[in-house]
């Protein structure tokens, strides 16, 4: 299957500091990448759907200005958390779809993840 | 508001046995289904999926059984082995196949015994 990786795999950072993650698909191109949050003993949220060259999608209830997302090429989406406060430790993942896939679900390929923890 | 629900936090059977992984939803307008298997440290991915037009579909050990008037759906491995042992995952599509995106489950641990 296609791969999607993901950098950094961890990270801890201080309360009010920003990160970045970066979310890239190696072997095939993506138009839409996805950004999920997981806690612990839950399922994946959807925090949001990025476009290559347009604006983000954000769910409800996802700070748009808290978390930053860039999709500036058809491989490389980025989310940076912005002043990041402990609540925001979680597990992040992204997910990019197969530009040729239109429509195949199944065609959705995920990153191994981040775990952020903020101090 | 949990509309993809998987009840059973964990799940244990020994190798060469059924296991049996469920999954409820609440939303009758979902009309696409998909496993997911993932890992420690690794990304979910993709295991079988099921359209609502059917009530079956079948990828060698794994089964998926859709029962749309019962809103639920289960994943049947059989014979489970070892390397089955991970966290499993159903999702459903919510919206179009274009624009749409996956609801998740909170994931069943399954455990397969040598």
């Known amino acids: 299957g296609a791969v999607v990786s993901q950098h950094p795999s961890w990270v801890i950072c201080k309360s009010g500091t920003s990160v970045k993650i970066e979310c890239r698909s190696l072997?095939?191109?993506?138009?839409?990448m996805f950004w999920y949050r997981q806690f612990p003993k839950q399922s994946l949220m959807l925090m949001a759907t990025?476009?290559?060259?347009?604006?983000?999608?954000?769910e409800q209830g996802v700070e748009k200005d808290k978390f930053l997302i860039n999709h500036a090429s058809l491989t490389l989406s980025t989310l940076t958390v912005t002043s990041a406060h402990p609540e925001d430790s979680s597990f992040y993942i992204c997910s990019a779809r197969d530009q040729l896939a239109s429509g195949k679900w199944d065609e959705q390929f995920f990153g191994p993840g981040t775990r952020l923890t903020v101090l | 508001d949990q509309q993809v629900k998987q009840n059973s936090p964990s799940l244990s059977v020994q190798e060469g046995r059924i296991s049996i992984l469920n999954c409820d939803y609440t939303?009758?307008?979902?009309?696409?289904f998909l496993w997911y298997k993932k890992y420690p440290a690794e990304g979910p991915t993709f295991l079988i999926s099921i359209s609502s037009i059917k009530d079956k579909n079948e990828d060698g050990r794994f089964t998926v059984f859709l029962n749309k008037s019962a809103k639920h759906l289960s994943l049947h491995i059989v014979p489970s082995q070892p390397g089955d042992s991970a966290v499993y995952f159903c999702a459903a599509l919510k919206g179009s196949s274009n624009t749409g995106k996956l609801i998740f489950g909170q994931g069943t641990t399954l455990q397969v015994k040598p």
């Open positions: 990025s476009n290559e060259g347009s604006k983000a999608t954000y």
């Open positions: 072997d095939f191109q993506a138009t839409t």
């Open positions: 939303n009758s307008m979902f009309d696409y």
